[in-house]
């Protein structure tokens, strides 16, 4: 379907280039969504997959570390869709300061992606609503240190932005002017609050994705905040009891279709294709979530299980394990802070360990060693 979502603003760029700038009508669309019966089943299918999701978190033995581990996860992912190349490796060694000669530009953007998400996680959990001022506050977060922080963090642009190409001029997607944008951005808030009237929440989400990408309100990190966007919606609506749906592998692995969807939205109108691809999206990212949960859930057990045919130094392996379902990549300093074991203890059992191939050392050093729980990172870095 063809429908007009908006209308061109010819202005001039820097130099006198002219070009034409997009300004998004206000949502809902306007003719409304066809929800024909493959759309609605499609729905189904996501709110199904999604119910399996929230499920699962009950079944795991500890689910604030599944989370913590799982958001880093996202945060590698949603920053390599913007060019960074740190592995979920790099991050984890960084944020226990150990020195294994990781690209700091990449990792500090990533650990701020970390801190972005987890400020918007507790706002939200405190029960501050999804609006503007919390939006700002999270990019204020994302922008905090690193390549972006001189790209105003914590506001809307106030200069003209473009997506693909060098200049507005040859670009891909022109979008608002800077004088337009809290108009835009005051619309979106107002249908992510129900005005003018409640949408089926995944639909919801999946508009509101578009709409904050088509306005693209920052000077960066529009892309990381309109992928979390989506998250902290689902949580906010109680689709959700925990934040662990996150769609930036789904993206990432679809790339050019998901852009060229959200082209053709802005172009065509084409509202219900986007949506399909989203609902498959959370159908497939949500049962991904579920197998990488019970996955790590049977990963532990069988090694406990190798850890207790270990004799005597069962015990003491066992707390080593415990920490390393914590901490993955691990110094035996860090190992004895946590567990009140002795280093030569520790260094006993993580020999062991290395000998039945549940660690592995990472840095080729025979001081200050760091240590890997291989497995735990290998099924956490599926798609990484």
């Not at 679809?254 to 949506?275: C, F, K």
């Not at 850890?307 to 707390?319: F, N, P, Q, V």
């Not at 901490?327 to 280093?343: C, E, Y």
Request: hydrophobic share 40%; aromatic share 8%; charged share 20%.
């Amino acid at each position: 379907m063809n429908r007009t979502i908006g209308e061109y603003r010819t202005i001039s760029t820097v130099g006198g280039e002219t070009c034409n700038a997009f300004i998004p009508n206000p949502l809902p669309p306007n003719p409304p969504l066809v929800i024909d019966d493959s759309l609605q089943e499609a729905m189904e299918h996501a709110l199904l997959a999604l119910g399996r999701l929230d499920s699962i978190s009950t079944l795991l033995p500890d689910i604030d570390l599944f989370l913590y581990m799982y958001v880093r996860k996202e945060a590698v992912l949603s920053s390599q869709i913007e060019g960074t190349q740190s592995s979920l490796s790099d991050l984890l060694a960084h944020e226990n300061a150990y020195n294994l000669g990781i690209p700091v530009d990449d990792v500090t953007e990533v650990s701020n992606y970390v801190a972005a998400m987890n400020h918007g996680l507790s706002r939200i959990r405190e029960g501050f609503p999804l609006s503007n001022r919390l939006i700002k506050e999270i990019h204020e977060v994302l922008l905090q240190s690193g390549r972006g922080n001189s790209k105003n963090p914590g506001e809307f642009r106030r200069s003209q932005n473009w997506i693909g190409g060098s200049r507005p001029g040859n670009a891909l997607y022109v979008p608002p002017p800077p004088d337009e944008v809290a108009l835009c951005m005051s619309n979106l808030e107002k249908f992510l609050h129900d005005q003018p009237s409640r949408f089926p929440v995944l639909f919801k989400a999946a508009l509101a994705h578009v709409q904050f990408e088509t306005i693209h309100p920052f000077l960066d990190g529009n892309g990381r905040i309109g992928r979390l966007l989506i998250t902290l919606l689902l949580c906010t609506e109680g689709v959700l009891s925990q934040p662990l749906l996150y769609l930036s592998l789904y993206f990432k692995t679809q790339r050019q279709e998901y852009y060229d969807l959200l082209q053709s939205v802005r172009t065509n109108g084409e509202w219900e294709a986007w949506i399909a691809f989203f609902l498959a999206g959370v159908t497939k990212t949500a049962t991904q979530a579920v197998s990488t949960a019970q996955d790590l859930i049977a990963m532990f057990e069988r090694d406990r299980k190798r850890i207790a045919d270990l004799g005597k130094i069962s015990g003491s392996a066992l707390r080593v394990h415990h920490v390393l379902q914590q901490k993955p990549i691990v110094s035996v300093t860090t190992i004895a802070n946590i567990s009140g074991l002795s280093i030569p203890t520790i260094n006993t059992v993580v020999k062991n360990l290395a000998g039945i191939g549940l660690l592995r050392e990472i840095t080729g050093q025979k001081r200050s060693r760091i240590f890997s729980y291989s497995e735990y990172i290998k099924i956490l870095n599926e798609g990484t």
